[in-house]
T-cell receptor
Framework: SQKIEQNSEALNIQEGKTATLTCNYT??????LQWYRQDPGRGPVFLLL?????KEKRKERLKVTFDTTLKQSLFHITASQPADSATYLC????????FGKGTMLLVSP | NAGVTQTPKFQVLKTGQSMTLQCAQD?????MYWYRQDPGMGLRLIYY???????DKGEVPNGYNVSRLNKREFSLRLESAAPSQTSVYFC???????????????FGQGTRLTVV
């Protein structure tokens, strides 16, 4: 069966450092992958989409890479801030839009 | 532009009661989804509607029914609520284009349901 894996342990980093989150998937070759941010008590909010023919995508302090050989996407936040603290979800389209369980990021001042 | 609107925001039900969660979007999206989110389980798809007039089961459809009333509205019904259905429910919508290419999904603010 298809599976999307994100690190279940929270990632704790200091303000100003680069946060790197990982999304691994199995048994599928998706045409694209999406990243979302979710704050406590709120619905997920879309951040970035990267297509299979794009190795890297950037948006302000965010960078996403997509390695279809490794079946992995990395999500980077550079110059992290406490306001970046949230849970980050990756999503793939299998038969429909399927989400990983997310990784919580905690940025301390 | 409201995006995706869900009602109610909070609900407490007794076991065996029924209720309908309402969802409406104003972005002219063709696809709509219902997810539930439980601690440690992530977002799990209950039902989805790829286009007006169609609905399909997701990962966890048992105990639920849906209606795609029109392009804007997609409701989720619990016919006989059970404590296992205590969860946060999210409605989402997106545009599903050629080649099953999704635009980003927009989510509602969620419904926090407790079944006692």
């Amino acid at each position: 069966s298809q599976k999307i894996e994100q690190n279940s342990e929270a990632l704790n980093i200091q303000e100003g450092k680069t946060a790197t989150l990982t999304c691994n998937y199995t048994n599928y070759s998706p045409a694209y992958l999406q990243w979302y941010r979710q704050d406590p008590g709120r619905g997920p909010v879309f951040l970035l989409l990267i297509r299979e023919n794009e190795k890297e995508k950037r948006k302000e302090r965010l960078k996403v890479t997509f390695d279809t050989t490794l079946k992995q996407s990395l999500f980077h936040i550079t110059a992290s801030q406490p306001a970046d603290s949230a849970t980050y979800l990756c999503a793939l389209r299998y038969s429909t839009l399927t989400f990983g369980k997310g990784t919580m990021l905690l940025v301390s001042p | 532009n409201a995006g995706v609107t869900q009602t109610p925001k909070f609900q407490v039900l007794k076991t065996g009661q029924s209720m309908t969660l309402q969802c409406a979007q104003d972005m002219n999206h063709n696809s709509m989804y219902w997810y539930r989110q439980d601690p440690g389980m992530g977002l799990r798809l209950i039902y989805y509607s790829a286009s007006e007039g169609t609905t399909d089961k997701g990962e966890v459809p048992n105990g639920y029914n849906v209606s795609r009333l029109n392009k804007r509205e997609f409701s989720l019904r619990l016919e006989s609520a059970a404590p296992s259905q205590t969860s946060v429910y999210f409605c989402a919508s997106s545009y599903l284009g050629q080649g099953l290419m999704n635009t980003e999904a927009f989510f509602g603010q969620g419904t926090r349901l407790t079944v006692v």
